[in-house]
Nanobody, 121 residues
Framework: QVQLVESGGGLVQPGGSLRLSCLAS????????MGWYRQAPGKERELVAT???????NYADSVKGRFTISRDNAKSTIYLQMNSLKPEDTAVYYC???????????????WGRGTHVTVSS
């Protein structure tokens, strides 16, 4: 069994910064692409950013230049540094790992439970 746990969400004023973390735990050998998605109230879940096992990144246009995704493979952790936050960034942010290779089993389409980010004055 593997688990993704997000942390770092909270309330921040417009223009502020937050850093989200996502830790993958369990009997993990390696992880393919990981990423952050978000879902605002009344809207569908959308891609924020992804990062491959070799560090290639992809961002939604709405966050380019403001958010940075990074990864520490040794810690099975990804991060999302969010700067210049806007009220429209308010959402639940979810961590995803498309495929986790475990010692005995492989796991596909893995999701965390989410962390709330609220941008408001």
């Amino acid at each position: 069994q593997v688990q993704l746990v997000e942390s770092g969400g909270g309330l921040v004023q417009p223009g502020g910064s937050l850093r989200l973390s996502c830790l993958a735990s369990g009997s993990i050998v390696s992880i393919n692409t990981m990423g952050w998605y978000r879902q605002a109230p009344g809207k569908e879940r959308e891609l924020v950013a992804t990062i491959t096992s070799t560090g290639s990144t992809n961002y939604a246009d709405s966050v380019k230049g403001r958010f940075t995704i990074s990864r520490d493979n040794a810690k099975s952790t990804i991060y999302l540094q969010m700067n210049s936050l806007k009220p429209e960034d308010t959402a639940v942010y979810y961590c995803n790992a498309d495929k986790i290779f475990g010692r005995f089993f492989d796991y596909t389409d893995n999701w965390g439970r989410g962390t709330h980010v609220t941008v408001s004055s």
